[in-house]
């Protein structure tokens, strides 16, 4: 009985080929001792994952680095922890991005999701090179506060219709937008 069990198993594992994903006949295809079921899904979830919070988080940096410095430049001190503070608001928003965007969100509510995200995002990228730039700009950083601000709450809004933990997750945003306009507010 137990052999014939496991000529069965052999069977359906040999007539899956090649396929990484795992997922074929309910039985999984793992060849070798450290691979799982279904490791292939896993690894391209990871890899999304990843590029989907890692790519706004290096542009938020990379607009940081490319606003060089106003002519009295503000305190390094400061534009340390607005750097480091804005960053990490970015990650965790891209965060709840990728959240509701595997749930099918993004395609299902385009302009509930993804519109205040790209506004939002846009409005990021912006406030560095105008508030930190050669040409200062405070009251435009503070027009820019207030888009994040606005975007961050109409993201968790729509992420949150989606998933209720990537809404959870966009509300920091909103707060860092509100504590971003306070220092912008200093620098005026």
Same mark, same amino acid.
């Given at each position: 009985?137990?052999?014939?069990?496991?000529?069965?198993?052999?069977?359906?594992?040999?007539?899956?080929?090649?396929?990484?994903?795992?997922?074929?006949?309910?039985?999984?295809?793992?060849?070798?001792?450290?691979?799982?079921?279904?490791?292939?899904?896993?690894?391209?979830?990871?890899?999304?994952?990843?590029?989907?919070?890692?790519?706004?988080?290096?542009?938020?940096?990379?607009?940081?680095?490319?606003?060089?410095?106003?002519?009295?430049?503000?305190?390094?001190?400061? &534009?340390?922890?607005?750097? /480091?503070?804005?960053? *990490?608001?970015? $990650?965790?928003? #891209?965060?709840? %991005?990728?959240? =509701?965007? +595997?749930?099918?969100?993004?395609?299902?509510?385009?302009?509930?999701?993804?519109?205040?995200?790209?506004?939002?995002?846009?409005?990021?990228?912006?406030?560095?090179?105008? &508030?930190?730039?050669?040409? /200062?700009?405070?009251? *435009?950083?503070? $027009?820019?506060? #207030?888009?994040? %601000?606005?975007? =961050?709450? +109409?993201?968790?809004?729509?992420?949150?219709?989606?998933?209720?933990?990537?809404?959870?997750?966009?509300?920091?945003?909103?707060?860092?937008?509100?504590?971003?306009?306070? &220092?912008?507010?200093?620098?005026?």
């Amino acid at each position: 009985m137990a052999t014939a069990a496991h000529e069965g198993v052999t069977q359906r594992v040999a007539a899956s080929g090649s396929r990484d994903d795992g997922a074929s006949g309910g039985i999984a295809a793992v060849s070798g001792p450290n691979k799982k079921p279904g490791g292939g899904r896993r690894r391209r979830g990871l890899r999304s994952v990843a590029a989907a919070v890692s790519i706004p988080a290096a542009l938020v940096a990379l607009s940081f680095f490319a606003a060089g410095h106003s002519t009295p430049p503000p305190s390094s001190a400061t &534009v340390a922890v607005v750097r /480091a503070g804005s960053v *990490a608001s970015e $990650a965790v928003l #891209a965060l709840a %991005a990728w959240m =509701a965007w +595997a749930e099918g969100g993004l395609h299902a509510r385009p302009a509930a999701t993804l519109l205040p995200y790209a506004a939002r995002l846009g409005a990021a990228l912006a406030w560095a090179p105008l &508030v930190l730039g050669r040409h /200062a700009a405070a009251r *435009a950083g503070l $027009a820019c506060c #207030a888009a994040m %601000a606005v975007g =961050a709450v +109409a993201c968790a809004r729509g992420f949150g219709a989606v998933n209720p933990v990537a809404g959870d997750l966009a509300k920091p945003a909103v707060a860092w937008a509100v504590i971003l306009a306070v &220092v912008n507010y200093k620098m005026l």
